[in-house]
């Protein structure tokens, strides 16, 4: 990798006084799981790192008046071990924990897992977040697309997003508060992910001198049951190639309100809308759980080489339902 | 995360990257010196190479110059097996690369060099990370443990005796790893279940593929460390 200067701030403040007024300028290190691979092959070659990982108010899981919320340096073992998530929040906790490394576990980090660059093997081997050939075609269509995008692939952006714990968070409503020098914002987890129009932009809608501070689960999600279920092609160290997380408003065995989000399928984390509308009323069992599989498949546009990713979809969604069901 | 993931990565389409020209360990040993001897020369030339590298950030506040070091080498200090080494060196350097190359700590071992792979495995403050991506400043005052300090030199750690006994390595190239990522589970694990073993080592590969041996070691190794076998 590239040599940098390096910063280690001690309060919010600091750290946006540190970062520069471009991605190439300055990137926020945390867990470094995913920053310092891209660096040492040369994908990212940031002239600082900004270490936020000593910062008070971005670190530790706690209650506050809008609910849990989840300190940006809280590492995924943190999470895992807490049990409040544990007890409250199962289908987070099962993303979190079904991240197979204890490694990357104890380094990796909630907002790391967020902002995340893609999965993508043309990004990764210095294509371009777009990954376009010299003349600007699209290499993804026509090339190795087997861990590509199901969904939202309509171009420019082919890759899937790579956060386990996003489409639990999104499940459950949560919030992502972003730090700048004009304060805090808050925008959805949901609204945080962006698909890039250009190599410029990123996947999420940080700025170059914005920082993820924490994620706060509103407390209007305690009661709702959860649950997260993915299919990966083994059980050690890799991403999954499809999840679904749920979260269900349940009144007896009827749902009143349903979210259904998938991972791994999308340049962003997928709301598959018509699935958590169509069970809605529904009496949760294995037939409604099917068919809300169905319908969150609906609008699939597999690839060349990925149309096995539509079954795991499908599939995810009826077992994280059913799932949920017996929580 | 790494290349060696299948999962959006690994067997991907050619690196048009640039060669590593911070990666001694990627250079070739010439005949009559010794692998490390070279690695150590090679890396005075790396250094050189660095002070080349211009238009680094430049700061955007007096205040904020203090708290900046880098991009060339400064000193750190890391606490490895309760003992305290100084080196001097750049803030991209890892973990594993000071511990190899600054320390001759050579026990952690150099594999995918990206998370990916576990034979860099060492612990922190009693946690099982990978060194090879940890920044070695970010290392600092923390307690390291590699397996050099996991028992007195010449006897062997109840661990290691169980990965002998269940002939748990055939190059042995990931060992080190295995032990270290075992010390941290089996602390935090004094009486697994298979299952539980089977998933505390998903953060190490073998490419021999001895698992079995290793899974078997492990629960074994729990039962010496409680006492029921010395």
Redesign the interface.
């Known amino acids: 990798?590239?040599?940098?200067?390096?910063?280690?701030?001690a309060s919010g403040k600091?750290a946006l006084?540190?970062l520069?007024g471009s991605f190439a300028?300055?990137e926020i290190?945390a867990g470094?799981?995913?920053l310092?691979?891209l660096?040492?092959?040369?994908?990212l070659s940031p002239?600082?790192?900004v270490?936020i990982?000593g910062i008070s108010e971005f670190s530790g899981i706690r209650s506050t008046q809008q609910g849990l919320a989840i300190g940006a340096t809280t590492t995924l073992?943190e999470l895992i071990e807490h049990k409040t998530i544990a007890a409250d929040y199962p289908g987070l906790h099962q993303a979190a924990d079904a991240i197979?490394?204890?490694?990357?576990r104890?380094?990796a980090t909630a907002g790391g897992n967020l902002c995340?660059r893609?999965?993508?093997?043309?990004f990764?081997?210095?294509?371009g977040l777009l990954a376009r050939d010299a003349k600007g075609n699209p290499?993804v269509p026509g090339?190795?697309n087997r861990?590509h995008a199901i969904f939202g692939n309509d171009g420019p952006a082919y890759?899937?997003n790579?956060s386990s714990l996003a489409p639990a968070l999104i499940a459950l409503s949560a919030q992502a508060r972003i730090f700048s020098a004009n304060g805090w914002r808050e925008v959805a987890v949901a609204d945080f992910f962006r698909t890039p129009r250009n190599d410029n932009e990123r996947e999420n809608v940080l700025q170059p001198k914005e920082i993820l501070g924490e994620i706060v689960i509103p407390s209007a999600s305690k009661g709702l049951r959860t649950s997260t279920y993915e299919v990966?092609?083994?059980?050690?160290?890799?991403?999954?190639?499809a999840t679904a997380s749920v979260a269900l408003k349940m009144s007896g065995n009827k749902i009143e309100k349903a979210s259904v989000v998938l991972g791994?399928v999308a340049p962003i984390p997928w709301q598959a809308k018509e699935a958590g509308d169509w069970l809605a009323g529904k009496t949760l069992n294995e037939e409604t759980a099917a068919k809300a599989g169905e319908a969150a498949v609906q609008g699939a546009k597999p690839l060349s080489g990925n149309k096995y990713k539509v079954q795991l979809a499908r599939v995810c969604v009826k077992r994280a339902l059913l799932a949920a069901g017996r929580a | 995360m790494s290349d060696h993931r299948s999962n959006g990565s690994g067997n991907g389409p050619g690196n048009p990257g640039k060669a590593d020209n911070a990666n001694p360990e990627n250079a070739k040993p010439e005949k009559g010196v010794s692998r490390r001897s070279f690695i150590k020369g090679a890396g005075v030339a790396v250094s050189a190479v660095t002070m080349l590298r211009e238009g680094l950030l430049s700061p955007t506040a007096a205040a904020a110059d203090a708290k900046v070091a880098g991009p060339g080498a400064i000193a750190m200090t890391l606490k490895i097996n309760g003992q305290a080494h100084k080196i001097t060196a750049e803030p991209r350097l890892t973990l594993l690369d000071a511990l190899r190359n600054n320390l001759d700590i050579t026990g952690a071992k150099k594999v995918c060099d990206r998370a990916t792979c576990g034979a860099c495995t060492v612990l922190m403050d009693g946690k099982a990370i990978y060194a090879c991506t940890l920044l070695a400043i970010d290392a600092q005052g923390h307690d390291l443990q590699t397996i050099e300090g996991l028992s007195a030199e010449g006897a062997l750690h109840p661990i290691e005796a169980a990965f002998v006994d269940h002939d748990a390595q055939q190059c042995g190239f990931c060992t080190p790893g295995f032990v270290m990522a075992a010390k941290s589970f089996l602390d935090a694990h004094p009486q697994p279940t298979r299952e539980q073993v089977t998933k505390g080592f998903g953060g190490n590969f073998c490419r021999c593929g001895t698992y079995v041996g290793v899974r078997e070691a492990v629960l074994d190794a729990a039962g010496r460390m409680r006492g029921g076998r010395a």
Do not use: H, T
Not at chain 1, 1 to 9: D, G, L, V
Not at chain 1, 100 to 104: T, V
Not at chain 1, 118 to 122: A, F, S
């Open positions: 990798m590239e040599a940098f200067e390096y910063a280690r701030p600091e006084e540190l520069g300028d300055s290190l470094g799981m995913d310092i691979s660096m040492k092959n040369y994908v002239k600082r790192l270490n990982k073992q197979p490394s204890p490694q990357i104890n380094m995340q893609p999965r993508c093997w043309y990764r081997n210095g294509f290499l090339g190795d861990y890759f899937v790579g990966r092609e083994r059980e050690a160290l890799d991403w999954p190639l791994y």
